[in-house]
T-cell receptor, first 116, second 111 residues
């Protein structure tokens, strides 16, 4: 159980275009999803917390107009990188958190974005 | 805020035991989690300590001491497939929806 999918797994786009990444919880309902960014050989940096039916909460330094997050249902959250630039190239990972003792997050497989 | 420090890289041989430490400075957290991430892949959950002490899950064990602001992941009977990056992480006590990850430790298992 607790499977999270992410699509696409890899995307290459031209500078100035927008890219949408989908994150789905396949076998459970996720009221909260998280979006992370990871540069090579570095740790995961939380970008924003996505709550179903409400606006996302962005971490300090993350531009909400550039990284649009929509959590339209209990199983789907999307991240749109608008007007992408080469410095936006990174590994983007979503996760769905759980409450309770284990305090676990279940991660999607990630999306490798390359902006040319 | 939260700050979690780990050694950047550890090397060990197959069959050995290795300990990956995580020292932290936090304003309060629910518990300490450990995740494994292979190159190009997503992190997967390994272990969680909500209370002080040792938690054992097969070949992996994790330990937490809140008084010492310290935790570790212990991997026994190392296998080549254990070569990966390992991250400690906490969930913020003041903001339930905020997770912080450690700097990560690259484990290299050699034959």
């Amino acid at each position: 159980g607790a499977v999270v999918s992410q699509h696409p797994s890899r995307v290459i786009c031209k500078s100035g275009t927008s890219v949408k990444i989908e994150c789905r919880s396949l076998d459970f309902q996720a009221t909260t999803m998280f979006w992370y960014r990871q540069f090579p050989k570095q740790s995961l940096m939380l970008m924003a917390t996505s709550n179903e039916g409400s606006k996302a909460t962005y971490e300090q330094g993350v531009e909400k107009d550039k990284f649009l997050i929509n959590h339209a249902s209990l199983t789907l959250s999307t991240l749109t990188v608008t007007s992408a630039h080469p410095e936006d190239s990174s590994f983007y990972i979503c996760s769905a958190g759980t409450s309770g003792r284990t305090d676990t997050q279940y991660f999607g497989p990630g999306t490798r974005l390359t902006v040319l | 805020g939260q700050s979690l420090e780990q050694p950047s890289e550890v090397t060990a041989v197959e069959g050995a035991i290795v300990q990956i430490n995580c020292t932290y400075q936090t304003s309060g957290f629910y518990g300490l989690s450990w995740y494994q991430q292979h190159d190009g892949g997503a992190p997967t959950f390994l272990s969680y300590n909500g209370l002080d002490g040792l938690e054992e899950t097969g070949r992996f064990s994790s330990f937490l001491s809140r008084s010492d602001s310290y935790g570790y992941l212990l991997l026994q009977e190392l296998q080549m497939k254990d070569s990966a990056s390992y991250f400690c992480a906490v969930r913020d006590l003041d903001n339930f929806n905020k997770f912080y990850f450690g700097s990560g430790t690259k484990l290299n298992v050699k034959p």
